[in-house]
C-alpha cells in the first residue's frame, strides 16, 4: 500500500501529465523526471531524474538540429549552430519549464525546497531535460517533437532577432546595386485563427525576388528575405 507521501507524489505527476496532455502510459516514469536528487537523499525513494536529464539533453539536442535543419532550408550552417545554441541553453530550458508550470510539480527534499528549488533555474532547466528523456522512453520521438516543437515557435521571434537579421542583410545588398529598398506584400494566408500560415514575397526595384511562408507576417518576411539573399548570391553579386 503506497504511502499519503507517494500516492501525493503520484497524483502531481499525474495531474501534470493531464494538464499537458502528454499521455504517458508508464506513469513513474514521469514522477522519476521530476524527482530531485535531494528528494531521493531525504526519502530513500528510489531513482532520482539524473539518468533522464542525460538522455533528455542528447534528444533535445537531436530534435533542435532536426527541426532546425527542415524549419530554416536556406540558412547557412553558422546560423543554425546559433539556433541550436539558444534552444538549448539552461536559459531557454527554465523558460519553457516555466511557460509549463514544472516547477510546482517537482519533489525536492526541505532544503531545496525552502530555498526556491522550485523556482531555481538550474533546476527547472534539468528537470524540463529528464521530462523529454521520459517522454522519450515512454512514447517516440515523435511525441518529443509534439511536445517540443511549440515551445520552440513560441521563441522563434526572439531567437531569429538573436541568430540573424536577413531583412537588414537584404535591404544593404540591395542598397548597394542601387536598386532601392526592398518592399514586402502579403500574398496568401491559410488556416485557422490559432494554426495561420502566411506567404509574402518581397520585392526589389518592383520585381519579386524571394516568397517566402512563417506563422507570423514578420516570420514570413523574415523568409522571403533570405530567400532573396539565395537570390543574388546564386548571381555571384
Same mark, same amino acid.
Given at each position: 500500500?503506497?504511502?499519503q507521501?507517494?500516492?501525493?507524489?503520484?497524483?502531481t505527476?499525474?495531474?501534470?501529465?493531464?494538464?499537458?496532455g502528454?499521455?504517458f502510459?508508464n506513469?513513474?516514469?514521469?514522477?522519476?523526471?521530476?524527482t530531485?536528487?535531494?528528494y531521493t537523499?531525504e526519502?530513500?525513494?528510489?531513482?532520482?531524474n539524473?539518468?533522464l536529464?542525460?538522455?533528455?539533453?542528447?534528444?533535445l539536442?537531436?530534435v533542435v538540429?532536426e527541426?532546425?535543419y527542415?524549419h530554416?532550408p536556406?540558412m547557412?550552417?553558422?546560423?543554425?549552430t546559433?539556433?541550436?545554441s539558444?534552444?538549448?541553453r539552461?536559459e531557454?530550458? #527554465?523558460e519553457?519549464?516555466?511557460?509549463?508550470? %514544472?516547477?510546482?510539480?517537482?519533489?525536492? *527534499? =526541505? &532544503?531545496?525546497?525552502? $530555498?526556491?528549488?522550485?523556482?531555481r533555474e538550474?533546476?527547472?532547466?534539468?528537470?524540463?531535460?529528464?521530462?523529454?528523456?521520459?517522454i522519450y522512453?515512454?512514447?517516440?520521438?515523435?511525441?518529443?517533437?509534439?511536445?517540443?516543437?511549440?515551445l520552440f515557435?513560441?521563441?522563434?521571434?526572439?531567437?531569429?532577432?538573436?541568430?540573424?537579421?536577413?531583412k537588414?542583410?537584404?535591404?544593404e545588398?540591395s542598397?548597394a546595386?542601387?536598386?532601392g529598398?526592398p518592399?514586402?506584400?502579403?500574398?496568401?494566408?491559410?488556416?485557422?485563427?490559432? #494554426?495561420?500560415?502566411?506567404?509574402?514575397?518581397? %520585392?526589389?526595384?518592383?520585381?519579386?525576388? *524571394? =516568397? &517566402?511562408?512563417?506563422? $507570423?507576417?514578420?516570420l514570413a518576411?523574415?523568409?522571403?528575405?533570405?530567400?532573396a539573399?539565395?537570390?543574388f548570391?546564386?548571381?555571384?553579386?
Amino acid at each position: 500500500m503506497q504511502s499519503q507521501s507517494q500516492k501525493r507524489d503520484v497524483e502531481t505527476a499525474s495531474d501534470l501529465n493531464g494538464r499537458l496532455g502528454l499521455s504517458f502510459s508508464n506513469l513513474s516514469l514521469l514522477t522519476r523526471a521530476l524527482t530531485h536528487r535531494s528528494y531521493t537523499n531525504e526519502n530513500s525513494a528510489g531513482e532520482d531524474n539524473e539518468r533522464l536529464e542525460f538522455l533528455g539533453d542528447a534528444v533535445l539536442d537531436f530534435v533542435v538540429g532536426e527541426w532546425a535543419y527542415h524549419h530554416y532550408p536556406e540558412m547557412p550552417e553558422g546560423h543554425l549552430t546559433k539556433i541550436r545554441s539558444y534552444l538549448v541553453r539552461n536559459e531557454r530550458l #527554465a523558460e519553457f519549464a516555466r511557460k509549463l508550470d %514544472l516547477g510546482s510539480a517537482l519533489r525536492l *527534499g =526541505r &532544503g531545496e525546497t525552502s $530555498s526556491g528549488g522550485h523556482a531555481r533555474e538550474s533546476l527547472l532547466g534539468s528537470a524540463f531535460e529528464a521530462v523529454i528523456g521520459a517522454i522519450y522512453l515512454d512514447s517516440d520521438l515523435d511525441k518529443v517533437k509534439k511536445f517540443l516543437i511549440p515551445l520552440f515557435e513560441s521563441v522563434e521571434d526572439r531567437m531569429l532577432d538573436e541568430v540573424e537579421d536577413p531583412k537588414s542583410e537584404l535591404q544593404e545588398t540591395s542598397q548597394a546595386l542601387k536598386l532601392g529598398t526592398p518592399s514586402y506584400r502579403v500574398v496568401s494566408k491559410d488556416g485557422p485563427d490559432h #494554426a495561420r500560415i502566411y506567404e509574402v514575397e518581397v %520585392l526589389i526595384a518592383g520585381e519579386v525576388k *524571394g =516568397r &517566402g511562408t512563417g506563422t $507570423s507576417i514578420s516570420l514570413a518576411e523574415r523568409s522571403a528575405a533570405r530567400s532573396a539573399l539565395v537570390h543574388f548570391k546564386n548571381l555571384k553579386i
